[in-house]
DNA sequence: AAGTCACGCAACCGCTTTGAT
DNA sequence: AATCAAAGCGGTTGCGTGACT
C-alpha cells in the first residue's frame, strides 16, 4: 500500500548533490514554501525523487541548520530525551532548534558505539542514569 | 610514502502513518 | 467506511576522510 512510485522511476539522479541542485531545491523552498514535496522534482526539473528533496532540505539545505560541535548541553539533552522517547529521533529533533533528525541519529549511533566499546560507566551512563533518578529532566513540553 | 583500517556523515530504502476522495 | 496516494520516519548502507602501520 501506498509505495511512492516516483523512487521507482529510472533516470534519477542518486547520491551527492550537486551545487545547482541544492540551489534549485533552496530557491523553490524559498518561494513556495515545503509541504507539497510531490511537486518540487516536477517544478523544480531536480531528476531526484520526492523523497530525496525533502531530506536534503531538511538535513541541509535549511537556514536555521547548525551543524557540527554538539554541545555538551545538547548531549546531555540528547541522552536524556533518548531516555524519555527511544528512537523517536524526529521528536528529539524537534527539541533541539537548529539539529535534524539524521544528525541526531548519527550521532546517538557513534555514542552507542562508544559505549560498547567502553562498556565501563563512562560520563555519558551517570547522565543516563541521573536522568533516571530526575524524571523533571528540564525539557519542555510544546 | 603507500596501503589499510576505522569512523563519521550524507543519502537511500522500505515501512508506517496521515489525509483526501 | 474503505481505498489510495502522499508524506514522514527510522534503519541501514556507501563513500569520503583521517589515523595508523
Do not use: F
Amino acid at each position: 500500500m501506498g509505495r511512492s512510485p516516483c523512487c521507482h522511476k529510472e533516470g534519477l539522479n542518486k547520491g551527492a548533490w550537486t551545487a545547482d541542485e541544492d540551489k534549485l531545491l533552496s530557491d523553490y523552498i524559498k518561494s513556495r514554501g515545503g509541504g507539497k514535496w510531490g511537486k518540487v522534482p516536477k517544478e523544480t526539473g531536480i531528476k531526484r525523487c520526492w523523497k530525496s528533496c525533502r531530506l536534503r532540505w531538511l538535513n541541509y539545505l535549511r537556514p536555521d541548520i547548525k551543524r557540527g560541535n554538539i554541545t555538551h548541553d545538547e548531549e546531555d539533552l540528547i541522552i536524556r530525551l533518548h531516555k524519555l522517547l527511544g528512537n523517536r529521533w524526529s521528536l528529539i529533533a524537534g527539541r533541539l532548534p537548529g539539529r535534524t533528525d539524521n544528525e541526531i541519529k548519527n550521532y546517538w549511533n557513534t555514542i552507542l558505539a562508544k559505549r560498547q566499546q567502553n562498556n565501563e560507566k563512562s560520563s555519558i551512563a551517570r547522565v543516563v542514569d541521573e536522568a533516571c533518578r530526575n524524571p523533571d529532566m528540564g525539557y519542555q513540553h510544546q
